[in-house]
């Protein structure tokens, strides 16, 4: 039989994403889904080379417990490999926002990575988790709080990890594309005092879009050409700095990230 998932591959297209349907995936589920009420996010914990080496994992399953493991892959490129349109068992007992049944009311999306600490989550594939997650909440109808991460979801607390990154900068980010302005719920960090520069100019919180002036120093700072355009590819840049700065790489340039780059430049 087919299942109720069908649109999975529309959704995430029309977001601009890359898109690879794995063969069989309209029929593929244990039983079909309820009322999608949110998604849950995860990371394979599979090997470390490889854009989606976990998907034959996730589309059959591992001993004690039967395939598929989720509906949706998310490759190091940022590709989502589409494995299942019906219920997967990804989810196991937990909670979130009255959820409790989450193989039949959370979509699920197995990231590549290992979860080690020298496995740093690509650019790419971050910001497509965050524009797929966002193109799946809005489809339903639903706001970035009700994107979780497993380790969030998962009871006893502690019992998962994935994934390693902040959730809170990552719902953030998801509600910055669903255009959710304030977000919805405690999804942002206390913001800081305004950085300062040499000359004393307080200097702005910059991201995607950003058409301050101080969007040339910023690049200037990443050896860029100055062109005062911030976009995605500069996105991507900082994101990098910042994970290599031990920040939370959520592409937005704040007092930590101004400081961390002042840091570098002295």
Not at 30 to 58: F, R
Not at 114 to 138: C, F, H, S
Request: hydrophobic share 40%; net charge positive.
């Amino acid at each position: 039989m087919t299942y109720s998932l069908l649109w999975l591959p529309e959704v995430l297209e029309r977001a601009g994403l890359k898109v690879a349907e794995d063969p069989g995936w309209e029929t593929r589920g244990l039983g079909d889904m309820g009322a999608v009420l949110g998604v849950l996010c995860h990371h394979t914990a599979g090997p470390k080379l490889g854009n989606m080496p976990s998907l034959s994992l996730i589309r059959n399953g591992r001993p004690g417990l039967r395939g598929p493991l989720s509906q949706l892959g998310l490759g190091r490129d940022g590709t989502f490999y589409i494995i299942a349109a019906g219920r997967a068992q990804h989810a196991g007992p937990g909670a979130w926002l009255g959820v409790t049944e989450g193989n039949r009311h959370l979509i699920g999306i197995e990231a590549e990575n290992t979860g080690l600490a020298d496995d740093p989550w690509p650019a790419i594939q971050l910001d497509a988790y965050e524009r797929g997650v966002a193109a799946l909440l809005k489809h339903a109808g639903l706001g970035a709080e009700r994107c979780a991460g497993h380790k969030e979801y998962a009871k006893p607390r502690g019992r998962k990890i994935d994934p390693t990154f902040d959730m809170v900068a990552f719902r953030a980010r998801v509600a910055e594309f669903l255009g959710q302005n304030p977000p919805l719920g405690k999804l942002i960090p206390a913001v800081e005092p305004k950085p300062t520069a040499a000359g004393g100019q307080p200097r702005p919180t910059l991201r995607r879009g950003s058409s301050d002036p101080a969007v040339k120093l910023l690049q200037a700072a990443l050896h860029q050409p100055e062109t005062g355009t911030f976009d995605g590819p500069l996105e991507a840049l900082v994101r990098q700095f910042q994970r290599n700065a031990k920040l939370v790489p959520d592409g937005i340039v704040g007092p930590k990230c101004w400081s961390a780059l002042d840091a570098r430049r002295g």
